[in-house]
């Protein structure tokens, strides 16, 4: 545990300097470097990038024991998982076996849930495919590795993540309690 506020400004000054070095290091299979992601794909999909990396965000505060490597691990099964069903269209799941993986999948998977409602409800159906999802895989595991340094205990994609999606601050009423909702 860092005893001192200044530690904790160290190490994260630490991770900007180590930043995007471990990217070079990592296969070009493990990021599925074979695949071309264009500009077009990417603001197409931005909603759905922001959501899932969301879900990714809400699984890391969830659970502060989640690194890195959990993080990466388990966008890397879906990964296969969703390549696998888009290229074969068997639908095969590698068994994750960390605890923390499992919920960060779970999480995963029920955000994919609510976002087909969503387009279904809007809509009227769900244009989103497999080979979409697969995609934002790829482009959320291509962000996670040029984040980390690809220690096991590295947090830098995690914290990254919490930047973009800060937590909520409670909004107080005029009576005084807490709340989410903004009342005049």
């Not at 493990?30 to 999909?45: A, K, N, P, Y």
């Not at 990466?72 to 390549?83: D, G, K, M, P, V």
């Not at 639908?91 to 609510?114: K, M, N, V, W």
Request: a negative charge; aromatic letters at 8%; hydrophobic letters at 40%.
């Amino acid at each position: 545990m860092l005893d001192c506020p200044n530690q904790c400004i160290y190490l994260q000054q630490a991770r900007e300097h180590e930043r995007g070095r471990f990217i070079e290091q990592v296969g070009s299979a493990q990021v599925f470097g074979r695949i071309e992601i264009d500009e077009h794909f990417l603001h197409q999909h931005e909603p759905l990038i922001l959501g899932l990396s969301y879900a990714l965000a809400k699984s890391a505060r969830a659970d502060h024991a989640i690194r890195d490597p959990d993080l990466i691990a388990t966008l890397q099964s879906l990964a296969r998982r969703y390549e696998m069903l888009t290229e074969s269209g068997l639908h095969y799941e590698q068994p994750i076996t960390s605890l923390a993986g499992q919920t960060i999948a779970s999480d995963f998977e029920e955000s994919i849930r609510e976002y087909r409602a969503a387009e279904q409800k809007h809509l009227g159906y769900s244009r989103l495919r497999d080979s979409e999802i697969f995609l934002v895989l790829v482009v959320l595991l291509r962000i996670a590795y040029s984040h980390t340094s690809g220690r096991p205990k590295s947090r830098g994609f995690t914290e990254f993540l919490f930047r973009q999606f800060p937590e909520e601050p409670l909004i107080r009423s005029a009576a005084g309690e807490a709340s989410r909702l903004i009342v005049p």
